[in-house]
């Protein structure tokens, strides 16, 4: 699963390939609408080459070939590095390959140039989390939360960040929201042991009764529960 032999990192090639563009973007910062019929041909030529670049770099990503894929994505920056498309094409390979850094630099790229992409923000969060970076794994998985509200794994993932942080108040309330999305067990659990370790025995019993609705047969909500009549 993991190809770790890569030509370079990409930190080191969006260094390269933005650092010469400073200038020209600082000039081009006020433009807001462009008309396609205004592009000179030569700009024409290179919207279809970087599609061109995008289009064998996804087929070599599906065939598996990630080392080719790579050079094909970063032709395709070359040519339009503020084009979100071919970044994430990088992202995909380097999650592939579990490269964690460079992972993370592109799809922070990615964040920037395409924000609402709330699939971006959900991974930029399990990276950083992974690094134990959950101030930024917070942030993370509250932008891709507020993008789509809807996923459960991004409200548990952020309780779990929030209880790593030792904010357990906080994350209380986002297991609680969980369960408007979906009653499972992981996050009852969750709350269980929150709830104890804040004292509060109301929600813990409460919780329990819940976990003991979706999972009839589990011993230690029978036990607990029994205990407390």
Known sequence: MIEIILIFGLAAVLYKLLGSTKKTE??????VVEDENDKTENEKEKVGSFDGYLGKANRLFGAGAYRNAEK??????KINHGDFRAYKG???IYLKQENDEDAIASLEKVCQLNPDDDVS???L?????KQK??????GAYEKAIALDKTKYTRHINLALTLKEMGDLEKATS?????QKIEMKKDALLMLIEISSKLGDEKRKLET???LLSIDPDNKEAKRELARAE
Do not use: P, Q, T
């Open 208 to 210: 329990y009764k819940k």
């Open 72 to 77: 094909m994505f970063i032709e395709a920056i």
């Open 26 to 31: 600082e000039k081009l910062s006020d433009i």
């Open 133 to 138: 970076d959950f101030y930024k794994a917070k």
């Open 90 to 92: 990088l992202s995909k």
């Open 121 to 123: 923000h959900n991974n």
């Open 125 to 129: 969060g399990l990276l950083y989390f």
């Open 174 to 178: 986002v297991l609680e929201g969980c």
